[in-house]
């Protein structure tokens, strides 16, 4: 068995940055900092159920997300042309990233233990840059994006 040689992030932590290609083009997270705050959630593997269950609940939730001085990044071990392609089935506004390297979920410490794909988490960070939640071994799927939401209403 692997084992994940980095420590999960957590509450409090600053947000490591990333600049990468994404399915809206490039992004960086510093870009958001002073500015809004992000619900960057890592999920296992596109098309498959939960996965497929949590981007909906997200796209169902993004404009409240929004109005919330808030946006919502999804990253996956998955390539960029499957990111685009579950993107563009489920009508996601906002940007997934193929982490096929797995340095962001490396440098959040999400990788699951066979070291295959990343875990299903979600981090909320403050406009500060600062990690304010972690939600991990949530029942269903799309709980994440509910969860998520009310933290930032908090």
């Known amino acids: 068995m692997l084992r994940n040689y980095y420590t999960m992030l957590d509450v409090g932590q600053e947000a490591p940055d990333f600049e990468v290609e994404s399915t809206l083009g490039k992004i960086k997270l510093s870009d958001y900092k002073g500015k809004k705050k992000v619900i960057l959630y890592f999920y296992p593997k596109a098309f498959t159920a939960g996965c497929t269950r949590e981007l909906q609940r997200f796209v169902q939730l993004y404009d409240e997300i929004v109005k919330l001085n808030a946006e919502v990044i999804g990253v996956s071990?998955?390539?960029?042309?499957?990111?685009?392609?579950?993107?563009?089935?489920?009508?996601?506004?906002?940007?997934?990233?193929?982490?096929?390297?797995?340095?962001?979920?490396n440098s959040y410490g999400v990788l699951n233990e066979k070291g295959t794909s990343a875990q299903r988490v979600t981090f909320v960070i403050d406009e500060n840059g600062k990690i304010t939640h972690v939600f991990k071994n949530l029942k269903k799927a799309e709980e994440h994006a509910d969860k998520a939401l009310e933290a930032i209403k908090s």
């Not at 071990?77 to 979920?105: Q, T, V």
């Open 77 to 105: 071990a998955d390539s960029l042309s499957s990111a685009k392609k579950f993107a563009e089935k489920y009508g996601a506004k906002f940007p997934l990233i193929g982490d096929k390297e797995k340095k962001i979920i």
